[in-house]
């Protein structure tokens, strides 16, 4: 594989905004166990395997169970997911994949009767935080370490 740029060192302001938005939701009520779902499950979608390796590691840190981490991409086939969780992978997925049909109503109502509006935003925010680390990580090719 090529040897790309580093954003953080050729951009190092576009780099803190980043940065920025990373800082807002690791003071956000978010829960880790979420946080890392929405991480783990957007990164599987996109093919990121520089966060998808990162991701999973900060799972098992937090305690989350391999057996989770290893259906996560079919969680729909399990019942291992809350269903505050189903929902935020349904958001994960219907955010990430914008093109498909955007958030639709039926995942925002179930949303809704579930978090409050600061939970949603902030669940929104990680998965568009997320798709952008993923879209710098596969664009310069960075590596599982």
């Known amino acids: 594989m090529d040897k790309r740029i ?36 957007a990164s599987q979608i996109n093919g990121c395997a520089f966060c998808i390796n990162m991701h999973t590691k900060d799972a098992r840190k937090n305690g989350e169970t391999e057996q989770r981490i290893y259906l996560l991409n079919a969680w729909r086939e399990t019942e291992l997911y809350t269903e505050e969780e189903r929902v935020i992978l349904a958001i994960t997925e219907e ?30 925010m990680m998965v568009v935080t997320i798709n952008a680390w993923n ?7 960075l590596q599982p370490v």
């Not at 803190?16 to 779902?37: P, V, W, Y």
């Not at 109503?105 to 949603?120: G, Q, R, V």
Request: glycine share 4%; aromatic share 6%; no cysteine.
């Open 6 to 41: 580093n954003i953080e060192h050729v951009e190092p302001n576009g780099y803190k905004a980043m940065l920025g938005l990373e800082n807002f939701l690791a003071t956000s009520n978010l829960s880790k166990t979420h946080k890392e779902l929405i991480k783990i499950r």
């Open 95 to 124: 955010v990430t994949l914008i093109a498909n049909a955007g958030l639709r109503n039926e995942t925002y109502h179930k949303a809704k009767a579930l978090f409050d509006d600061h939970y949603i935003a902030q669940i929104i």
């Open 135 to 141: 879209r710098i990580a596969i664009a310069t090719q």
